[in-house]
Each structure stands twice: as structure tokens, then as C-alpha cells.
């Protein structure tokens, strides 16, 4: 996008000319296809894929899509929770975390670095989960 031929105008297709707004504009455009390549290849650890069928390829991207929605949509929900953190920071952080539950008892135990039982409860009342509902209390 950064080398596109200058304008006073814009063409009717943006190769042959363009203005400086159309430019930087479309270069804006590009951040949301290009984020979630970024996520793939370092976020969620897609380093290589090999797939034989087309039917496979369309499957994954569309995994992938939603993948990236989803960690977008997340990253919003710290971001508005005041979080000061990123989806891939709170996956980092809480990577080695365990969380065991004794289901007779009611008795949870989360086993991970000091704090990270209030930082789960952090983004739980960020993401608007119920720990409960989920580990099945």
C-alpha cells in the first residue's frame, strides 16, 4: 500500500493511482486481515499447517476467523475492564496455571503463581463468567 502511485485524484483502481487520504486509509483496512495473520503465526502458535484438501484448508481459516474474533473481542473486554493487559499477556501470565476442584467438598484449589487466583477472578468478572457454572459447582 505504501508504494502506490501518487495522485491528485483517485483512479478506479486504487493501482494506478491514489490520494494520500485513500492511501493511508486502505492501509488502515489492511491492520484487521493482518492481525489476525499475526495471531496465528505467533498467538496461537500456527507456525506450519499441512493440509491436503481444500475442504480442510476453507475448515481451518474459518477456525481461525473465529479464533481471531474471538481474542479481538477479548482483547476489547480487558481493554473496556481496565485491564491493562492482551489476550496473549493473560495467556502468558497464566500459562503454568492449574485450576483443581474437589467437587464433593465444594473445595478449589488453583495452583500457579502468587496472585493467580485473584487475577482468574479478574478476568472472570471482566469476561462476565461464573466460575461456578463452568467447573460445574
Excluded at 472472570?124 to 457454572?133: A, T
Aim: proline share 3%; with cysteine; charged share 25%.
Amino acid at each position: 500500500m505504501t508504494n502506490l502511485p501518487r495522485a491528485n485524484e483517485d483512479a478506479g483502481n486504487i493501482r494506478f493511482g491514489a490520494t494520500a487520504d485513500t492511501v493511508v486509509r486502505t492501509y488502515l483496512d489492511e491492520y484487521k486481515p493482518e492481525h489476525v495473520f499475526r495471531l496465528l503465526k505467533s498467538g496461537i502458535g500456527m507456525d506450519k499447517v499441512y493440509l491436503h484438501r481444500g475442504s480442510r484448508v476453507a475448515a481451518m481459516f474459518f477456525i481461525a476467523g473465529v479464533a481471531g474474533t474471538l481474542l479481538s473481542v477479548m482483547d476489547e473486554m480487558l481493554r473496556r475492564g481496565n485491564a491493562d493487559m492482551t489476550t496473549y499477556r493473560m495467556r502468558l501470565g497464566l500459562h503454568d496455571t492449574t485450576v483443581r476442584v474437589k467437587r464433593t467438598t465444594g473445595y478449589t484449589y488453583i495452583d500457579g503463581h502468587p496472585g493467580a487466583g485473584a487475577e482468574i477472578e479478574s478476568y472472570c468478572r471482566i469476561f462476565g463468567l461464573e466460575p461456578e457454572l463452568m467447573l460445574g459447582m
